[in-house]
């Protein structure tokens, strides 16, 4: 089985502070994404990694950057938290075939910046 | 940016009824997957759609993609207690590695 693992389930850090989520992945997939995810609004896509030390932005970018130094491991890194940063943040990852690839999710982790 | 409108937001049904969710944008995409996400857990894959029209069943949800490939519906007959969860559409962008998700529908069976 496919597993995407997240650092932490649950994570309370205040404004200001650098924060790391850290994600892994056991299948030697090619992508990885990050997604925060809020009320009403579905998964937005934070960040995402084609490769080793690629990476793209997605539709929310600002206030967060990444890390890839492995392939199985993509780092999301808040650099001075804020609470609108509160939410849940997903880690995916897939083969990159096209049209039809499954994106395998890990259980999130909920951080919350007081 | 590009967004995937998900229709109802929330239902609460009786066990044994039939609905119907609806993914609606103004973009074509490559393909369209539904997910499905329980309390604490990351969003688990359906089914994946890749031809305008085409129709797919699994057990007793059926899933249809639009002809124009802008759209999605998730149909569930006899809805039971266990389909409960957050039910996810999420277009892939043509020539793209990147994903729109909708803004999800939350699904409550009621025994």
């Known amino acids: 089985d496919v597993k995407v693992t997240q650092s932490s389930r649950y994570l309370v850090k205040r404004t200001g502070e650098k924060v790391f989520l850290e994600c892994v992945q056991d299948?030697?997939?090619?992508?990885m994404f990050w997604y925060r995810q809020d009320p009403g609004l579905g998964l937005r896509l934070i960040y995402f990694s084609y490769d080793v030390k690629m990476k793209e932005k997605g539709d929310i970018p600002e206030g967060y950057s990444v890390s890839r130094e492995k392939k199985e491991r993509f780092s999301l890194i808040l650099e001075s938290a804020s609470t609108n940063q509160t939410s849940m943040y997903l880690c995916?990852?897939?083969?990159?075939?096209?049209?039809?690839?499954?994106?395998?999710f890990g259980p999130g982790t909920r951080l919350t910046v007081l | 940016t590009q967004l995937l409108e998900q229709s109802p937001q929330f239902l609460s049904i009786q066990e044994g009824e039939n609905l119907t969710v609806y993914c609606n944008s103004s973009?074509?995409?490559?393909?369209l997957q539904w997910y499905r996400q329980e309390p604490g857990e990351g969003p688990v894959l359906l089914v994946t759609?890749?031809?305008?029209?085409e129709v797919k069943k699994l057990k007793r949800l059926t899933f249809q993609f639009g002809d124009a490939r802008k759209d999605s519906s998730l149909h569930i007959t006899a809805a039971q207690p266990g389909d409960t969860g957050l039910y996810l559409c999420a277009g892939l962008l043509p020539g793209t590695y990147k994903y729109i998700f909708g803004t999800g529908t939350r699904l409550k069976v009621l025994a």
């Open positions: 995916a990852s897939n083969t990159g075939t096209p049209f039809t690839d499954t994106q395998y």
């Open positions: 973009s074509v995409f490559s393909s």
């Open positions: 299948m030697d997939h090619e992508n």
């Open positions: 759609v890749v031809t305008g029209g």
